[in-house]
């Protein structure tokens, strides 16, 4: 049996300033996708056109925060309106504020609860509707491997991580008869700022833990991302692939 690839789509990305988000962006773009990739910032945004720009990539970078619904429709909009609606959509932005349940404040709960699941309802619901009328759309949800097993200072974090696969599956559910697929990556320890703060003996006790013995890389997330967005998944709706060098086998 031999399987086509997948035509090229316009594939929303958040978080493509910086680290995962930003391979998935040119992972996409380079197997032919146009890309739009989204940053909190204006410089942010102009930083990921130029890199698009550079790899040869059609799209550009977009100033977008996912707690602010009006800042999403205002994207959604304009990159309708210039590429067509986004038929591939990566919910990759994601933030940390880690600290034990005995000191968290209501700030660090609800900053994680709302950038990593409301933003991802808001967006999500921003596009699926378009997909559903197109019969086709793929959904990918970066979640973490901290959803699955739990992590000591990261209660808010992981439950975010948690929330999205249950998110996924339901929604797998609701709209795959439409031709739209639902799934999530959870990926272990990989190289970007939000571990950069992992030192030292830290870094040595976790990468024990690890079957490969080492952090992975963004680009290793970003050729998950890839196949679930390709023609060789099709098949595959409401799945975690986890992507952890071994740290959890599910
Ligand atoms: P990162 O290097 O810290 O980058 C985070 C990205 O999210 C940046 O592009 C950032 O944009 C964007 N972002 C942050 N807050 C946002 C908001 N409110 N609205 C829109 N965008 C926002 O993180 P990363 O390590 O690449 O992580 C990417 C995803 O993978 C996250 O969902 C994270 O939870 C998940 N993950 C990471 C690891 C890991 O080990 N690194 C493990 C498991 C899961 P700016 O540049 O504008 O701030």
Known sequence: MTLTESKQHIALVTGASRG???????????????????????KGAENITQMLQEAGIQGEGRMMNVTSQAEIDTVFDAVQTQFGAPDILINNAGVTRDNI????????WDTVIDTNLNGV????RACIK????????????ISSVGGLIGNPGQANYTATKAAVIAFSKSLAREIGIR???VN?????????????AVSGDHRDYFSKQI?????GKPEEIAAAVLFLTSDHAAYITG??????GGLYMA
Not at 20 to 42: F, N, Q, Y
Not at 121 to 124: A, C, E, G, L, S
Not at 184 to 196: L, Q
Request: charged share 20%; no cysteine; glycine share 10%.
């Open 179 to 181: 031709g739209v697929t």
């Open 101 to 108: 349940m005995l000191r968290m404040k209501d700030e660090e």
């Open 239 to 244: 799945e975690t692939l986890h992507v952890n």
């Open 20 to 42: 995962i988000g930003r391979a998935i962006a040119l992972a996409l773009g380079k197997a032919g996708h146009t890309v739009v990739g989204t940053a909190t910032t204006e």
């Open 211 to 215: 079957a490969l013995g080492r952090f």
């Open 130 to 141: 378009s997909m559903v009328k197109n019969r086709w759309g793929r959904i990918i949800t």
């Open 121 to 124: 309802y808001r967006v999500t």
């Open 184 to 196: 999530i990556v959870a990926p272990g320890f990989i190289e970007t700022d939000m571990t950069a």
